[in-house]
């Protein structure tokens, strides 16, 4: 790419649903894992098919099977060559190295390497990464600046770190809270990246990550809120600002986006999708929150 064309990023629909296998799967059971995801039997892609406009899925394998799912969804489609933007749904990678070109860096993988096997977003700073491999918000600041360098769009997770006391009763206190630790992860991002670059920041309170269930719904919000007003104010006055979206991770499932196993107090209504991870692993979970969300758009 010359220095001079411009960037060109991936277009999204309004709702995302996304999904990390993490480490947990052997490569092949991610395979068959993606073969169930597009069985049209198992009715998941039906449904995004025919709501292609207002939602899509995005998977997000491990490194090693990112290059034998491309070529999957590839084959899916009888192409020859990767074509991400006539897949049934988007590939993403769980990291890349803050490079925006290919060269010697052992051991790493380059968001451009990524690119060109039909990756569309890519996750950074998740939690774990912070706390194993001592990541921070400079490091995602550097990935986030490469990988929209690539026209690929950053998913960027952030998350406060101890479970807020009360969330009972009047919440700004413990919302507060929780900002101050998210708004330098917000802003150090938003300020790397080009304005008309579109970003994903996956709210994923680190107390709710691996959890029996997910953070309360009456909590979530406010925060969302306040993110999105974080985010809005980091990027006014900028010229063509690009939409950025949030979505909720921490044990999120089945119910969550509807509010069926909470009363109806849905989640939905605040964020623009959910981030998956051990809910998703079995297909039924995946169908379960697809429909939840289909459903919602269709009572919208
Ligand atoms: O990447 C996904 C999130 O960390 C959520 O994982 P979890 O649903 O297993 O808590």
Redesign the pocket.
Known sequence: MSSSSPITYPTLPPKLILT?T?AYFPPSRTISYLGSILDTKNNILPLLTSHRDQVCFVLIPDFLTIYPCAQTLTASNNLTSPNPSSWPIHLGAQNAFQSSTYGAYTGEIVPAALKELGCTVVELN??ERRRLLGESDESAAAKAAAVCALGMIPLVCIGELDKPKNTHGPLSQAVGLAMSQLTPQIEAVLRAVPPDAPVIFAY?PVW????AEPAGVDYVGPVVQAIREVAGRARAGTSKAAEVKVVY?????PGLWSGKTNGGNGLGKWVDGL?????AHEISGIRAVVEEVVESLDKS
Do not use: M, Y
């Not at 709710?208 to 959890?211: D, E, K, N």
């Not at 991770?249 to 499932?253: D, T, V």
């Not at 981030?275 to 809910?279: I, V």
């Open positions: 990390s993490k998740h939690a994923e709710a990550i691996g959890a991770g921490g044990s999120a499932g981030f998956l991870g051990r809910f």
